[in-house]
């Protein structure tokens, strides 16, 4: 009895715990690249967040990440992808319409440059 259980508990865990698996390939490719693939669903959920506020898509936001990090890598600046999407998302306020976050992610790379 307690065998099954803890078989039934850990199969709950692995079924209910965020994984990897669940994760979409653009946020996977985010992750390989931070090389923090255990961790691909919190990007998957920062993508999921930013697609309806963002008029650009999901695949289209996960392109310009890696931009934004190869620019400022070749610049001396080393952020992850990971914090370049919280960053993103915070400059969007909420409620208000969709908006370029290309445009945003511009302003933001001069900005981060500007302050190391």
Do not use: F
Request: glycine share 6%; charged share 20%.
């Amino acid at each position: 009895m307690t065998k099954t259980l803890a078989a039934t508990s850990a199969v709950a865990v692995l079924v209910l715990a965020p994984s990897t698996v669940a994760a979409t390939w653009d946020a996977h490719l985010l992750a390989r690249d931070d090389n923090n693939n255990a961790h691909a669903a919190r990007y998957d959920k920062l993508l999921n967040r930013l697609q309806p506020r963002c008029r650009q898509g999901r695949s289209a936001i996960a392109r310009y990440t890696l931009g934004a990090k190869r620019v400022m890598n070749a610049d001396g600046y080393h952020y992850t992808n990971l914090t370049l999407l919280l960053t993103l998302s915070g400059t969007i306020p909420n409620g208000r319409a969709r908006v370029d976050c290309v445009g945003r992610y511009a302003s933001m790379v001069v900005l981060l440059e500007q302050h190391p």
